[in-house]
C-alpha cells in the first residue's frame, strides 16, 4: 500500500485532473487522504479537480450540441437514462445540473442531455462550476477529515479480502436497482 500512495503522491496532481474530466470522486478522495498524511496539497487537489470536472463537463455539452449525429450512437444505448435526465431537468430546473454531480450515472447524462436541449451554454457552465465547487469541497473536506478513519477502513479491507467485492455488489446493486426503478415504464 505504501508504494501505491508513493505513486499517488508523486503523480497525484496529473492523474486528479485526467480521473476529473470524467467523474473524479475516488481521485479526490484518494488525494484527501493524501493531504491529510502531508503527502498533498488539499488545496491545490481541490482546485485541480474543480477546474477538471468543469472542462468535461462543458466538453460533453459541447459534443452533444454540436456533435449530435455522432453522438446518437452512444445515446441510442441509454434512452431511458436520457429520457429521466430530461424529466429531471423539467422537474427539478437547473438545479439538476449541481446535484448531478453526486448522483452515480447521471453525472455524464445531464450535461450530454442539456447539450441536447436550446439550453444557454453560459447559464450550463454557471450551474456547473457551482455544481463542481461544491462537489470539489464537499468531497476534498470530507476526505481530509475522515482520511484516518478511510485508511483504517482500507487496512480492514486488505485485511479481510471478501468485504471489497461485497461492499462494491451492495453499492452496485443499489444503484442499478434505484436507475432501474427511475427509468422503467409505466
Known amino acids: 500500500m505504501q508504494d501505491m500512495l508513493n505513486n499517488l503522491a508523486t503523480y497525484g496532481y496529473i492523474v486528479v485532473f485526467i480521473y ?28 485541480i479537480a474543480f477546474i477538471a470536472n468543469v472542462i468535461g463537463d462543458s466538453l460533453l455539452f459541447y459534443m452533444s450540441r454540436y456533435h449530435k449525429r455522432e453522438m446518437m450512437e452512444y445515446l441510442r444505448k441509454h434512452r431511458r437514462k436520457l429520457a429521466f435526465s430530461h424529466l429531471l431537468l423539467k422537474r427539478r430546473g437547473s438545479w439538476i445540473i449541481v446535484i448531478k454531480k453526486f448522483i452515480y450515472g447521471l453525472k455524464t447524462l445531464v450535461p450530454l442531455a442539456v447539450g441536447l436541449t436550446k439550453y444557454s451554454f453560459w447559464k450550463f457552465s454557471a450551474y456547473n462550476a457551482l455544481g463542481a465547487a461544491f462537489w470539489a469541497l464537499m468531497i476534498g473536506e470530507m476526505s481530509y477529515l475522515f482520511g484516518g478513519a478511510l485508511i483504517k477502513g482500507y487496512d480492514l479491507i486488505s485485511d479481510k479480502p471478501y468485504l471489497a467485492p461485497l461492499m462494491l455488489i451492495i453499492v452496485g446493486g443499489s444503484v442499478w436497482f434505484y436507475l432501474s426503478a427511475a427509468t422503467k415504464k409505466r
Do not use: P, T
Open 20 to 47: 476529473s474530466l470524467g467523474g473524479g470522486f475516488l481521485a479526490l478522495l484518494v488525494a484527501g487522504v493524501l493531504s491529510s498524511q502531508g503527502k498533498m496539497d488539499l488545496s491545490l487537489s481541490i482546485s
